[in-house]
């Protein structure tokens, strides 16, 4: 599963509602947390999704329609019966991010997704445009969120120079800067207490599987410096390559250098970590932005996670009609509950209202929407998230002329 991520401020986990240190601050859907909205909490989840405008341009606009929607919330609430405290209780923290002047600050995208619950309420900033919706469910709603959740794949930058070093993780539309823990900043900070060049264990060795010493070892480029300096700034990167290795704990995830030229390869003999992507992005990183970084790194890696995604349109074209795909919403429906999707290709601008039975695990349909009614898509959408399958827009499937597709693991 793809994970979002953006610049990141301190914010606060507002999981515990009754918690009222501190700030709410909106920021990008994380992984971590997409696995802990997915989890059913509450019998009322309050899903809201609606179109903003960029950098605050009509914040006016914005918070009008945030109110509306938040205002049709408690008629609905009511509508169910729910007690005018319990209510009242609900929707006071999303109705405290206006006031507080939190939600609508300058910081907006193209979109706003609010979800809450009497447990926990969260608010992400993201860069698509939403149709404005409102559903209040036993489970959050997820479907508006399918242009982010395929081909948005994370990788890291490792920005290197010798005043400083960076660690940035990002997707297609995000970047968070990530501290590294223990790691010097500079070579100067690295080698204060150790001037002088030592003669015995300067470089580690991937040739040497890790251990300190100089055999197998060659620089790479020709940049300019004496050996004694090569030997520095190798010292240097152990130190460095220490901390990334502490800090990084997915080693499935790729990791592109940014750096001037001479220093890649020198920092490419003491790195032990698996996936690092054979280009790099050249230059002196440190007149670079988080976002410039993301952007390059992005520029470098897409090819890498797209293949992924022209792997499963190939499964789903090839495997058509062999009982490894499925075009049938109620069949996708019970294959999605039972954890048989691979991946998922779906309209998330269509609605098909039904009813899944568990008792015997069969979908009944209906043409419009009945008491008890769910949308089918949205559950399958939810249930092949949460049973670590990917989902695609449909569009991508230029045979498929219907609102949804799918293929099975087995």
Known sequence: ????????????????REDKGGETMSYLLLRDELNDLLEKSEDICISIYMPTHRGGTNNLQDTTRFKIMLGEAEEELTQKEMP????????????ALIEGGNIFRGQQKEGLALFISAKKIRFY???????????????????????????????????????KIRLIKGSRFTVEEIAINDVPQSIDE??????????????????????????GMAFFGTGSGTQEEKDKILRFFNLVNSGLNETIKDDRIPLV????????????????????FEKGISGNPDKLSPEELQQAGWELIRTYYQKEQREDVAQYEKYSGTGLTSGYIKEIVIAAKNGRIKALFVDQGVELFGIYNPDDSSVEMHQDKEDGDEDLLEL??????????IVYPI?????????VAAVFRY
Request: proline share 6%; hydrophobic share 40%.
């Open 395 to 403: 569009e991508i499937l230029p045979s498929v002329k219907g609102t």
């Open 84 to 95: 005018l405290s319990e209510i009242t209780d609900l929707l006071k923290p999303a109705k």
């Open 380 to 389: 399958a959408v939810y249930h092949t998230i949460l049973n670590g399958g």
């Open 125 to 163: 900033t993201l860069p698509i445009t939403f149709k404005q919706s409102l559903t209040i469910a036993e489970r959050f709603q997820f479907k508006p969120l399918v242009p982010l959740l395929s081909g948005d794949g994370e990788f890291y930058v490792l920005a290197i120079s010798l005043n």
């Open 257 to 276: 250098l940014a750096g001037v030229d001479y220093l890649l390869p020198i920092f490419k003999q003491t790195a032990e970590y698996p996936l690092i």
């Open 190 to 215: 690295a080698l204060q207490y150790d001037d002088k060049p030592q003669k015995q264990g300067l470089l580690r060795s991937k040739a040497t599987g890790g251990k300190w010493g100089r055999k």
């Open 1 to 16: 599963m793809q994970n979002y991520i953006n610049i990141r401020k301190k914010a606060n986990k507002v999981d515990d």
